[in-house]
């Protein structure tokens, strides 16, 4: 396992209305998990979801089956 820091980012479709989560991708290929916080509390805990996980999730965004 490596000690690669989490780049965290949030989505440019993203409002600014403070209810956002931010995910950290860059170690997905390190650890085969997506880190995700809440935008508003960045020293407070992260999920740490599999990697599949995450990308059934954000397909199922994108194609409408989970509105």
């Known amino acids: 396992m490596t ?3 989490p780049r965290w980012f949030t989505s440019s479709y993203s409002e600014h209305g403070g209810a956002c989560v931010e995910v950290a991708a860059n170690v997905v290929a ?4 997506v880190p ?3 935008s508003k509390d960045p ?15 954000v ?3 994108k194609d ?3 509105r």
Do not use: E, H
Not at 30 to 33: D, F, K, T, Y
Not at 45 to 55: G, H, K, M, R, W
């Open 43 to 57: 020293s407070g805990p992260a999920l740490d979801i599999a990697a599949s996980a995450f990308a059934s999730f």
């Open 36 to 38: 995700v916080r809440d």
């Open 3 to 5: 000690s690669q820091t």
């Open 64 to 66: 409408g089956s989970l």
């Open 59 to 61: 397909a199922g965004v």
């Open 30 to 33: 390190s650890r085969g998990i």
